[in-house]
């Protein structure tokens, strides 16, 4: 089981950037074929994929959110940090970071407990 716990600030302003972290407790997060993933749900809707880091360093994000998106690594802290630029109340979302290990038949999912961001002036 891998342990993930997201922290950062409950509410961002409107054209700012949300910052979070996720801390990773379990395993490195530079361990063979893991990948570190954000995603968010806003109140009443569904899950939303943000994108994630691998444990080359390599990144991929949601179309959607790419020009917004940056998701990056501190391997000494064991961190995976969520940087969404120009934010807007429609960012409101419960956020969370999750793993995905990918083996050679199946994969295993762990997720943090998540965080909620609401962007409000």
């Known amino acids: 089981q891998v342990q993930l716990q997201e922290s950062g600030p409950g509410l961002v302003k409107p054209s700012q950037t949300l910052s979070l972290t996720c801390t990773v407790s379990?395993?490195?997060?530079?361990?063979?074929?893991?990948?570190w993933t954000w995603i968010r749900q806003p109140p009443g809707k569904g899950l939303e994929w943000i994108g994630y880091?691998?444990?080359?360093?390599?990144?991929f994000y949601s179309p959607s959110l790419k020009s917004r998106t940056s998701i990056s690594r501190d391997t000494s802290k064991n961190h995976i940090t969520l940087q969404l630029s120009s934010v807007t109340p429609e960012d409101t979302a419960v956020y969370y970071c999750?793993?995905?290990?990918?083996?050679?038949?199946?994969?295993?999912?762990?997720w943090g407990q998540g965080t909620l961001v609401t962007v409000s002036s």
């Open positions: 880091i691998a444990y080359n360093g390599n990144t």
């Open positions: 999750a793993s995905t290990a990918v083996g050679p038949v199946t994969t295993f999912d762990s």
């Open positions: 379990s395993v490195p997060i530079t361990i063979n074929y893991y990948y």
